[in-house]
């Protein structure tokens, strides 16, 4: 896998659209400073899902948004696409080709696309994970990024790590897994509670849902009386309403025949409209016709001026054509006349070439024959001569070879000079570095001794600080506790509040108005809501008094009677159930007689219900109403004794919700849930407050003095890191003496070989010496010997050249002479060519003349065919004015004929109107009588509504349901009698909660269904807790393996890059993988090991590129951007790392933004970034095919 392509538009500087097609290989990206180089990793970063603007050099995201220059407006938006090969399917997606694209709205809306279909960041991330590329990883590293590297904290560098380690997928699980699990966690919680709750409600639901059972038993029977009782009424009203029907029917019969006849006179009516419409259409045409004959007859006219304008035009341009011929024929006349006066002077030019021609041969023919005459004694006298500069060569290389022979001898000397000293300063060295030995040993010993006074210090440190994590360890315990106690109780409150909020446990139908109440503020206003909301009752008596009260704890509370009403109609029309209202206005309190208050003041423990609540003086008469004859008394045997002095006149509720109802029955039995259904959840939300501000309180205390704890454990920290620091430095102290005195003893060693050596290359010099002042002497002797000959040669030289002198003289005559009749030539000749220029050049234009003039003689025959045809053309358009004025004629006649037809359908259209008002009287005295009968059947039908509407509201029946329970009922009175006594039974059965019935069903299957959900949240937790173990041990192992690689590849690359020294890299926790920080430990050759804090910043540079180095080495990156990493490097380190670039790039395919000629000697390909115009980078790639090719930088 490898970047394909880059497009950027509207990136920071990049305004315009721009591609980068990429390869394998190097990519160098360079420019001037400013020039937006930096800008193409910057969008690469921000394609990958940056979401720092800092990073990317901007404080908020829009700032990457192309800004506008003073010639440019700002864009709105920026987008880049990056497009990777994916041939190899390292990416686990079914494409060869993925192309991401990020796009930003100056708005602040941002977009991704993957391959062009929109997607979100997670989905980019989650498809690069692990591969080596991403904004965390390695593959960017950007302008201060390299530094940053060694300058971070150890826990943050570690990031790089897990990267290429692999293990950034599975902590990516393992945190989504602790998530899921922290989610399971507090829904186990939540269910567990609503669960309790729902648990509290089944029985008594049960109760009321057995009672509700017997309750529509009897209420059907009387259903089904009642609703016989007014079936018969509904059919005796039928009887009226069917006589009244086939009066007004009889009425409608009537009314239908007038109404066809108007409807027949309307018919006509529409048909006179028609034509009356179809006239308006014609007479509109006929004029249009009319008005566009006239405006062709002005068209005709003004067509036939403008072709008579154009024959005068024409008849202009035939008299233009001909003067123009006219011309044309006398310039071919003067052309002809001066070509005849040219040829007479080209004939005489010929004539005087020849002449001068034969002149020429016959000189060079004599200075030929006076030159070959010369040539045999010239050429003996250049051999002298050659010979003479052959022997002086000779004499320079002689001369050379005894300087060198000089100067070699000269060099001996002084390099015996130069060795007898460096003998003589190698055996003060050698002394020198044999003390220099005894001080370093002394000055181990005494660092020996400081690292133990040291060890001692810390030692007794970490007991310290193991003494305080435990009680930080312990205390932090306490805190998780308190949170977890804290958290189980918010969630509870939670639950319990959402419970208050819905009324659960409360009918379906006291919900519904309450919920109807809450929307429509003028049906809830007078509205105080339920009993049970408008009571207080003290801890303990909830079972009680929610006993006591019964299903009126649901009763809605209102003002006035009036709005009970209300109520009970906004029920009725949206079928919202039944509830039972107590108002303010209407309800009685009730009270005990003294004789009663005397046997109740006899117990102590026996107290009325009403004197236990608390409430509002204005719901007094309703809590006396429903408590005030009702005692709450300790057990079953206090209630039985009082229930007997009493005699069975109040009722007698117990503590633990035991009931002795009035006339002496007992209701109880085993009580299954451990809180009072509604009022013991408003006790415990009440205690759940208060519970949770204490718990509250008391984790502010805990966490404070975990505060204080781990402030002192700072303390110790801070006092451990110094001494670690104090013992590493005098370590590294120690190690570098050591590594000093070996150095030393090695070079100890080193001098005692130099001056061994030196001794023995005194003694090559000498005997060098001896052969080099013989050779001297030999070449002496030559040189003499070469002078000589020389001499000799130069004499018999001198000689020749005198008797060839005369006959030179000679030739330089004849050669001048025939130099002068070739110039003269040459100029005849030139004179000869303007003649014959001349001639061709007036022929041409005659020829030019004769075309005009043929095409002039075309032009006039088309002119003479024009005037011809616009002759016909004016002669045609005279015919067609005649025919339209003729046409304009006839169309005037018609519309006048039109004009009198108007008339007669008019007329019509008044006497069917008139017909029409007659027929409408009619119909209007059969409507009045209609109505009057309508009156009468209206209010038949509104009593038997009266009756249906009495069936739907009593019964929820149509008629039509209502006929099924019909019978023939012999007797109406025995009917009315048993309908009483079926409602004293009803009566006798109390309040009933018909909505139990399906509630205590709903409930029911809510619990079941609950608590199988519980079952499977329980097992979903233990199956996550295993997953998140597997997931860190694999993490663990990979990661400690990579790390090892990771390490030993560092120690090799950095001894690379520097030439020597060493490095590693350290855990600070090995015992905690997953979260230790990592440190670097470097030592460049021939300096002593440091923090990295005190190193160059080319040395810090140089050791951030190794550990990258070392990475690529382990999980080498499809590819890799760098951003002037080697900025801060010299030249030759620029060399060494540029060398191992290369190598890598085997591998990992990089873009490397630089200014340094050594990085870009090495790139397969440049791309140059300019800014040609101000604010706006511009781009220029290269192609680099000879690789030694010279850059400049």
């Given at each position: 896998m490898y970047l394909k392509r880059l497009e950027i538009q509207g990136f920071k500087s990049f305004a315009n659209k721009i591609e980068m097609q990429f390869e394998n290989g190097?990519?160098?990206?360079?420019?001037?400073?400013?020039?937006?180089?930096?800008?193409?990793?910057?969008?690469?970063?921000?394609?990958?899902?940056?979401?720092?603007?800092?990073?990317?050099?901007?404080?908020?995201?829009?700032?990457?948004?192309?800004?506008?220059?003073?010639?440019?407006?700002?864009?709105?938006?920026?987008?880049?696409?990056?497009?990777?090969?994916?041939?190899?399917?390292?990416?686990?997606?079914?494409?060869?080709?993925?192309?991401?694209?990020?796009?930003?709205?100056?708005?602040?809306?941002?977009?991704?696309?993957?391959?062009?279909?929109?997607?979100?960041?997670?989905?980019?991330?989650?498809?690069?994970?692990?591969?080596?590329?991403?904004?965390?990883?390695?593959?960017?590293?950007?302008?201060?990024?390299?530094?940053?590297?060694?300058?971070?904290?150890?826990?943050?560098?570690?990031?790089?790590?897990?990267?290429?380690?692999?293990?950034?997928?599975?902590?990516?699980?393992?945190?989504?897994?602790?998530?899921?699990?922290?989610?399971?966690?507090?829904?186990?919680?939540?269910?567990?509670?609503?669960?309790?709750?729902?648990?509290?409600?089944?029985?008594?639901?049960?109760?009321?849902?057995?009672?509700?059972?017997?309750?529509?038993?009897?209420?059907?029977?009387?259903?089904?009386?009642?609703?016989?009782?007014?079936?018969?009424?509904?059919?005796?009203?039928?009887?009226?309403?069917?006589?009244?029907?086939?009066?007004?029917?009889?009425?409608?019969?009537?009314?239908?025949?007038?109404?066809?006849?108007?409807?027949?006179?309307?018919?006509?009516?529409?048909?006179?409209?028609?034509?009356?419409?179809?006239?308006?259409?014609n007479y509109s045409n006929m004029q249009k016709m009319y008005f566009n004959t006239e405006n062709e007859i002005k068209k005709k006219e003004g067509a036939i001026e403008l072709s008579k304008e154009k024959t005068v035009h024409i008849d202009s341009n035939l008299e233009r054509i001909k003067l123009e011929i006219l011309k044309l024929q006398e310039e071919e006349k003067e052309a002809n006349q001066q070509i005849e006066v040219k040829l007479v002077e080209l004939e005489v030019i010929c004539k005087e070439l020849d002449s001068l021609q034969k002149t020429i041969e016959a000189k060079t023919s004599e200075y030929e024959s006076q030159l070959s005459q010369n040539t045999s004694k010239e050429k003996e006298m250049e051999e002298a001569k050659s010979y003479i500069i052959d022997a002086l060569n000779e004499i320079s290389d002689k001369k050379s070879e005894l300087n060198s022979i000089k100067t070699l001898i000269k060099t001996m000397e002084d390099r015996l000079q130069q060795i007898n000293n460096e003998l003589e300063d190698t055996n003060l060295r050698l002394k020198e570095k044999r003390k220099e030995v005894l001080d370093l040993e002394k000055e181990v010993n005494f660092i020996a001794n400081e690292i133990s006074t040291v060890k001692a210090k810390i030692i007794e440190l970490n007991?310290?600080?193991?003494?305080?994590?435990?009680?930080?360890?312990?205390?932090?315990?306490?805190?998780?506790?308190?949170?977890?106690?804290?958290?189980?109780?918010?969630?509870?409150?939670?639950?319990?509040?959402?419970?208050?909020?819905?009324?659960?446990?409360?009918?379906?139908?006291?919900?519904?108005?309450?919920?109807?109440?809450?929307?429509?503020?003028?049906?809830?206003?007078?509205?105080?809501?339920?009993?049970?909301?408008?009571?207080?009752?003290?801890?303990?008596?909830?079972i009680a008094i929610e006993t006591a009260l019964g299903v009126a704890i649901q009763n809605i509370v209102c003002e006035t009677e009036e709005k009970a009403k209300d109520l009970i109609a906004h029920m009725k029309k949206n079928n919202l159930g039944r509830i039972t209202i107590l108002?303010?206005?209407?309800?009685?309190?009730?009270?005990?007689?003294?004789?009663?208050?005397?046997?109740?003041?006899?117990?102590?423990?026996?107290?009325?219900?009403?004197?236990?609540?608390?409430?509002?003086?204005?719901?007094?008469?309703?809590?006396?109403?429903?408590?005030?004859?009702?005692?709450?008394?300790?057990?079953?045997?206090?209630?039985?004794?009082?229930?007997?002095?009493?005699?069975?006149?109040?009722?007698?509720?117990?503590?633990?919700?035991?009931?002795?109802?009035?006339?002496?029955?007992?209701?109880?039995?085993?009580?299954?849930?451990?809180?009072?259904?509604?009022?013991?959840?408003?006790?415990?939300?009440?205690?759940?407050?208060?519970?949770?501000?204490?718990?509250?309180?008391?984790?502010?205390?805990?966490?404070?003095?975990?505060?204080?704890?781990?402030?002192?454990?700072?303390?110790?920290?801070?006092?451990?890191?110094?001494?670690?620091?104090?013992?590493?430095?005098?370590?590294?102290?120690?190690?570098?003496?050591l590594s000093c005195i070996q150095q030393s003893k090695k070079e100890e060693a080193q001098y005692i070989g130099s001056i061994t050596q030196i001794e023995g290359e005194v003694q090559q010099i000498n005997n060098a010496n001896k052969d080099s002042y013989r050779k001297q002497q030999a070449v002496d002797a030559e040189i003499l010997k070469l002078e000589e000959e020389i001499s000799n040669t130069r004499l018999a030289v001198n000689e020749t050249q005198n008797s060839l002198q005369g006959k030179r003289n000679i030739l330089e005559a004849l050669n001048i002479e025939i130099t002068q009749n070739r110039v003269k030539e040459a100029e005849v000749e030139g004179n000869k060519r303007n003649l014959l220029q001349d001639i061709d050049h007036l022929q041409a234009s005659i020829r030019k003349a004769e075309k005009l003039r043929e095409l002039k003689d075309k032009e006039i025959v088309e002119i003479n065919i024009r005037y011809t045809q616009l002759e016909e053309e004016i002669n045609s358009l005279k015919k067609d004015l005649e025919?339209?004025?003729?046409?304009?004629?006839?169309?005037?006649?018609?519309?006048?004929?039109?004009?009198?037809?108007?008339?007669?359908?008019?007329?019509?259209?008044?006497?069917?109107?008139?017909?029409?008002?007659?027929?409408?009287?009619?119909?209007?005295?059969?409507?009045?009588?209609?109505?009057?009968?309508?009156?009468?059947?209206t209010k038949l039908e509104m009593q038997q509504q009266a009756y249906y509407d009495k069936l739907w509201e009593e019964y929820e029946?149509?008629?039509?349901?209502?006929?099924?329970?019909?019978?023939?009922?012999?007797?109406?009175?025995?009917?009315?009698?048993?309908?009483n006594e079926l409602k004293n039974e009803i009566k006798a059965l109390g309040n009933i909660n018909l909505e139990s019935i399906e509630e205590y069903k709903r409930v029911k299957d809510r619990f079941d269904f609950l608590k199988k959900q519980k079952d499977d949240l329980y097992q979903a937790q233990e199956s996550l807790k295993e997953v998140i173990q597997e997931l860190e041990s694999n993490m663990e192992l990979q990661f400690t393996k990579q790390f090892q690689v990771i390490r030993e590849n560092f120690n090799s690359v950095f001894t690379r890059l520097f030439g020597?020294?060493?490095?590693?890299?350290?855990?600070?926790?090995?015992?905690?993988?997953?979260?230790?920080?990592?440190?670097?430990?470097?030592?460049?050759?021939?300096?002593?090991?440091?923090?990295?804090?005190?190193?160059?910043?080319?040395?810090?540079?140089?050791?951030?590129?190794?550990?990258?180095?070392?990475?690529?080495?382990?999980?080498?990156?499809?590819?890799?951007?760098?951003?002037?990493?080697?900025?801060?490097?010299?030249?030759?380190?620029?060399?060494?790392?540029?060398?191992?670039?290369?190598?890598?790039?085997?591998?990992?395919?990089?873009?490397?933004?630089?200014?340094?000629k050594g990085t870009m000697e090495i790139t397969d390909a440049l791309y140059g970034v300019t800014m040609e115009e101000e604010g706006v980078s511009t781009l220029v790639s290269v192609k680099l095919s000879d690789k030694n090719q010279e850059i400049a930088s």
């Open positions: 190097i990519i160098g990206v360079v420019g001037p400073n400013g020039s937006g180089k930096s800008n193409i990793s910057d969008s690469i970063r921000w394609v990958l899902g940056e979401q720092s603007p800092k990073s990317l050099r901007g404080s908020k995201m829009e700032d990457v948004i192309f800004a506008g220059t003073n010639s440019r407006k700002p864009l709105g938006m920026a987008e880049v696409s990056l497009t990777l090969d994916n041939t190899s399917m390292l990416m686990p997606i079914d494409y060869g080709e993925v192309t991401i694209t990020r796009r930003v709205y100056r708005s602040g809306e941002s977009e991704y696309y993957l391959n062009k279909a929109s997607c979100r960041l997670k989905d980019i991330r989650e498809l690069l994970m692990d591969t080596g590329i991403g904004k965390e990883g390695y593959s960017i590293i950007g302008q201060g990024k390299i530094d940053e590297i060694l300058s971070s904290k150890p826990e943050e560098r570690r990031l790089i790590f897990e990267e290429a380690a692999g293990i950034i997928k599975y902590k990516s699980r393992r945190d989504e897994a602790e998530k899921k699990l922290n989610t399971t966690r507090d829904n186990l919680l939540r269910v567990a509670d609503i669960l309790h709750e729902l648990e509290n409600q089944l029985e008594p639901l049960k109760n009321q849902s057995e009672k509700a059972l017997k309750f529509k038993e009897i209420k059907e029977k009387l259903l089904k009386l009642e609703v016989n009782l007014i079936i018969r009424e509904i059919d005796k009203t039928e009887v009226g309403l069917n006589e009244l029907t086939r009066q007004i029917e009889l009425l409608k019969n009537s009314m239908e025949e007038q109404k066809k006849e108007n409807s027949e006179l309307n018919k006509q009516l529409d048909n006179n409209s028609r034509l009356h419409v179809q006239w308006d259409e007991n310290k600080n193991s003494e305080l994590e435990k009680q930080i360890l312990l205390n932090t315990n306490t805190i998780e506790d308190l949170v977890k106690n804290l958290n189980h109780r918010q969630s509870r409150k939670n639950v319990l509040e959402e419970m208050e909020k819905e009324h659960e446990g409360f009918n379906k139908s006291v919900k519904n108005i309450l919920n109807a109440c809450s929307k429509i503020p003028s049906l809830g206003s007078g509205v105080y809501g339920v009993v049970a909301d408008l009571l207080k009752v003290p801890k303990g008596y909830e108002p303010l206005s209407a309800v009685q309190s009730r009270s005990i007689s003294n004789e009663e208050l005397k046997i109740i003041n006899e117990h102590k423990d026996v107290k009325l219900a009403i004197d236990i609540i608390s409430f509002e003086e204005k719901h007094k008469n309703v809590f006396s109403n429903l408590l005030s004859r009702v005692l709450i008394v300790p057990n079953i045997d206090t209630g039985v004794i009082i229930a007997k002095k009493l005699q069975y006149r109040l009722r007698i509720v117990t503590i633990d919700g035991d009931v002795i109802n009035i006339g002496g029955s007992l209701t109880g039995g085993s009580n299954i849930k451990s809180t009072s259904g509604i009022l013991g959840r408003k006790r415990e939300l009440e205690e759940l407050v208060i519970g949770i501000k204490k718990l509250q309180i008391d984790i502010k205390k805990h966490k404070s003095l975990l505060i204080e704890m781990n402030k002192k454990k700072s303390q110790y920290s801070e006092e451990l890191t110094k001494l670690n620091s104090i013992l590493q430095e005098h370590k590294i102290k120690e190690a570098t003496l025919e339209l004025r003729e046409s304009g004629n006839s169309l005037e006649i018609k519309l006048n004929e039109m004009k009198n037809e108007k008339t007669i359908i008019l007329k019509e259209e008044e006497d069917l109107r008139r017909r029409l008002e007659d027929n409408q009287k009619v119909i209007a005295d059969i409507q009045e009588n209609s109505h009057r009968l309508d009156v009468k059947r029946l149509t008629y039509s349901t209502g006929l099924q329970l019909k019978e023939e009922l012999q007797d109406i009175g025995k009917a009315a009698k048993e309908i020597g020294g060493r490095a590693d890299l350290v855990m600070e926790d090995e015992k905690n993988v997953l979260n230790s920080g990592v440190d670097v430990i470097a030592q460049p050759p021939g300096k002593k090991l440091q923090n990295l804090s005190l190193l160059s910043g080319g040395e810090r540079a140089l050791t951030a590129i190794a550990l990258l180095f070392a990475i690529l080495l382990v999980k080498p990156s499809p590819f890799c951007i760098l951003d002037e990493i080697e900025a801060a490097l010299d030249d030759a380190n620029v060399q060494r790392f540029s060398s191992f670039l290369k190598e890598l790039s085997e591998t990992t395919q990089f873009i490397v933004v630089t200014h340094r």
